[in-house]
């Protein structure tokens, strides 16, 4: 979409939303020497008001919002994306119309039953960033020790791996089920944390195609530390970046943590850089309207970021040297 589209509204919220976005300190993407990884869900994503024009009927999302949602997408190189709808027409019109052709996408099918919403789970890349790996699946519970069928879950989580021209790593991402009871949540949080411990981290310590495993998604996790939820999400070894760990991923009134990324610290061969973030996007955009309206439009929750290192030169000459590469300045003592 050019530019010269934009009405003075919207450039203003573009100017503001990239001041956001900056004070996030999500880092620009470097050819290889980072990968940025992000997990948002995008409310009700399906159909897209083809207008710039506010639409008096439903859907209530349009052109305007799609610039917005693109603006920030595009500073990943690759991002996870819950609450797709079956109709995928924006999801589309955002890839072919908003980002281009360097972008890609890997889609689920829909979720089946009443449950599960008809949301779908979807990852979009930048194709000059990364690449699919081959690996794509939905994750099923295996059967009960009594050999009957295991409770599956509403929206089934989806597995995709991805590499770089160096490394490769994995993606599951999922919506757990909402409930009107926080407990509500419990079985499948667990059932997920450990699946996860016990199937998917353990065939990645073995070699397998899932290894890098990193988790992302909404889980409706009302809060991080001591929360019961919390708790059984990370009961299994999961860790949390601590630089997300006091980070709200919802501009309700009461902070909410829904929004969660991952991963088993035995599993991970990704240098972490130390650098995750949210992006609160929220009085940015949309500002003629209360955040509740703009929610319809754009989202209701924040997206999720955490950078990772791709340039492992200094690990390499550490090694060579017989040095910590973890300690302050490793090469202090080479000579000029």
């Not at 290889?32 to 009927?57: A, C, H, M």
């Not at 397998?208 to 998604?217: A, K």
């Amino acid at each position: 979409m050019e530019p010269t589209a934009y009405s003075r509204r919207v450039a203003e919220d573009l100017i503001r939303l990239k001041r956001r976005i900056a004070s996030s300190r999500i880092p620009a993407k470097v050819i290889d020497q980072n990968l940025i990884i992000g997990t948002w869900n995008i409310r009700g994503f399906g159909e897209v008001y083809k207008s710039w024009d506010e639409n008096p009927g439903s859907p209530k999302r349009n052109l305007r919002a799609l610039v917005y949602i693109a603006e920030i997408i595009r500073r990943f190189d690759v991002i996870a994306i819950q609450e797709v709808k079956r109709d995928t027409s924006g999801l589309r019109m955002l890839l072919e119309d908003m980002l281009g052709p360097n972008w890609g996408m890997v889609l689920s099918d829909v979720s089946a039953g009443d449950k599960g919403n008809s949301e779908r789970l979807a990852f979009l890349y930048d194709r000059r960033r990364v690449q699919p790996s081959g690996l794509a699946g939905e994750i099923v519970l295996p059967p009960t020790a009594d050999g009957n069928p295991a409770q599956q879950f509403d929206r089934t989580p989806y597995i995709v791996g991805f590499q770089t021209a160096r490394e490769k790593f994995s993606l599951l991402t999922t919506h757990i089920r909402y409930g009107k009871n926080p407990a509500d949540r419990l079985g499948e949080i667990n059932a997920l944390a450990q699946y996860s411990a016990n199937e998917i981290r353990k065939r990645a310590l073995s070699g397998s195609d899932e290894s890098n495993l990193i988790i992302m998604g909404d889980f409706n996790i009302d809060d991080r530390g001591d929360n019961p939820l919390f708790k059984a999400f990370v009961s299994t070894g999961l860790v949390v970046p601590p630089q997300l760990l006091n980070q709200k991923t919802t501009y309700d009134t009461k902070p909410k943590y829904y929004d969660q990324i991952a991963w088993f610290m035995d599993g991970l061969n990704l240098p972490e850089s130390g650098q995750a973030g949210v992006i609160d996007f929220g009085g940015a955009i949309f500002k003629e309207m209360p955040l509740a309206e703009m929610s319809f439009r754009v989202s209701d929750h924040f997206p999720l970021w955490v950078e990772f290192t791709l340039d492992r030169s200094t690990e390499t000459m550490a090694r060579v040297l017989g040095i910590d590469p973890g300690m302050p300045d490793p090469f202090k003592s080479i000579p000029n």
